[in-house]
């Protein structure tokens, strides 16, 4: 079971998904993808899965999903994907290091920042097909530690990160106050 979650537009990369699926199953039968997010492309990307006759094996799960809902829809994956285009820092990626999937992504914005170790998952070129296939098929064949990438992903707690922010501005505090 493959999820990702999003806003169904260009940049979050959906179509990459689909046709990365239409390669995946010739390989493996056996592999579901799930989208969870609203927005303005799902019937283009429903028409694009019809039209590869994916409708079984691509669901869109829609949007408007709660914390809760969503961490359960991860934690029934087996891979998180997120194919972005272009990202910054995405939530749902510490969202599902969190839950100890293992996260495959492009390498934009801040998610080589995050993914810096192949024990937490892979990251592809954006808009690779064959890199994001690649990479998918390699994820679902690997044993994954998912203790070490829970582990791994408490770092990235709020107030852990509050913490470090809160130290920064109080050494900058202090540093200025010595000038």
């Avoid at 024990?119 to 390699?138: A, E, R």
Wanted: with cysteine; net charge negative; aromatic share 6%.
């Amino acid at each position: 079971i493959i999820v990702t979650v999003g806003s169904v537009e260009h940049h979050k990369g959906h179509h990459i998904l689909i046709e990365s699926m239409k390669k995946i199953l010739q390989t493996k039968d056996n592999v579901n993808a799930y989208i969870i997010g609203k927005g303005s492309l799902i019937e283009d990307l429903t028409l694009l899965r019809d039209a590869y006759h994916l409708g079984d094996k691509i669901m869109f799960v829609g949007g408007e999903k709660t914390p809760e809902e969503v961490a359960l829809w991860i934690n029934a994956a087996d891979i998180f994907v997120l194919p972005s285009l272009k990202e910054g820092n995405p939530t749902v990626m510490f969202e599902s290091l969190a839950c100890g999937k293992p996260f495959v992504g492009t390498s934009v914005g801040g998610i080589p920042d995050v993914i810096i170790s192949p024990d937490y998952g892979l990251l592809c070129k954006p808009g690779s097909v064959t890199d994001l296939t690649d990479k998918i098929l390699v994820t679902l064949d690997k044993e994954w530690d998912h203790e070490k990438i829970i582990q791994y992903a408490e770092k990235f707690t709020w107030e852990k990160i509050a913490g470090e922010v809160n130290d920064i501005v109080k050494k900058l505090l202090s540093d200025n106050q010595k000038k």
